[in-house]
């Protein structure tokens, strides 16, 4: 079996690209699990732009350019489409953005999601965990 196919939500990539605290440890974790090639790291082109959207208040535009091409180059970049669309509308959602990254996740054939909301999740199939519950599974 392959290296676990782990779908970043944008919170979490968030909280490592701004350095969020109490989560930025736990984010960074993740990601170095992708730089040491432990897991395969998968991101939704509509969280890159989300990234750039939230950040660009607080931080420098180079920080924001450099971070985002920081995950382009470690994360693989699961796409947004017509069919991601039209699965996510049709899914009758409570939350349509997670429903987007739901099905982002599912074309990219991601194990799981992380997410620091896992109830934004809940009515999907895929198994979702927080980034602290994730780290702290690996640990076992």
């Known amino acids: 079996m392959g290296k676990m196919r782990i779908f970043l939500d944008t919170n979490v990539l968030v909280d490592f690209c701004a350095e969020r605290e109490p989560f930025y440890a736990d984010a960074a974790a993740i990601i170095d699990m992708g730089y ?27 920080l924001v350019m450099q971070k985002i091409d920081q995950l382009v180059n470690l994360c693989a970049i ?15 959602p409570t939350d349509f953005e ?10 990219a054939k991601a194990d799981l999601i992380i997410s620091r909301d896992t109830k934004g999740f809940a009515e999907f ?11 702290a599974r690996c640990a076992e």
């Open 98 to 107: 997670d429903a987007v990254q739901y099905h982002s996740a599912l074309q």
């Open 125 to 135: 199939d895929l198994p979702v965990m927080t980034p602290a519950e994730f780290i």
């Open 78 to 92: 699961s796409s947004i489409d017509r069919q991601t669309i039209a699965s996510a509308i049709a899914a009758q």
């Open 36 to 62: 040491n090639k432990e897991a395969k790291l998968i991101a939704s082109s509509l969280t890159l732009v989300n990234i750039a959207y939230v950040m660009r208040k607080v931080k420098p535009h180079s």
